[in-house]
């Protein structure tokens, strides 16, 4: 990779991650933050508007809680 890793600038958005790794193989998606594994793998070499593009993205991709739960 050209890019070097960023330090979190103040004012750069913190991780989605929430501590549950797990990639659906259907959607390619992680079940915990909803990035790809493009975007977790990249998220320490982005600058902040990078990472609000991508926040941006992830409501868009949960699935609908079912009623019930």
Not at 2 to 16: H, L, N, T, Y
């Amino acid at each position: 990779m050209s890019k070097r890793f960023f330090a979190p600038a103040d004012g750069d958005p913190p991780s989605p991650c929430i501590k549950v790794c797990k990639m659906d193989p259907v959607s390619r998606l992680c079940t915990g933050c909803w990035r790809t594994i493009e975007e977790i793998g990249a998220w320490g070499f982005m600058d902040g508007d990078e990472k609000r593009a991508v926040l941006a993205e992830l409501p868009g991709r949960r699935p609908a809680r079912r009623r019930g739960r």
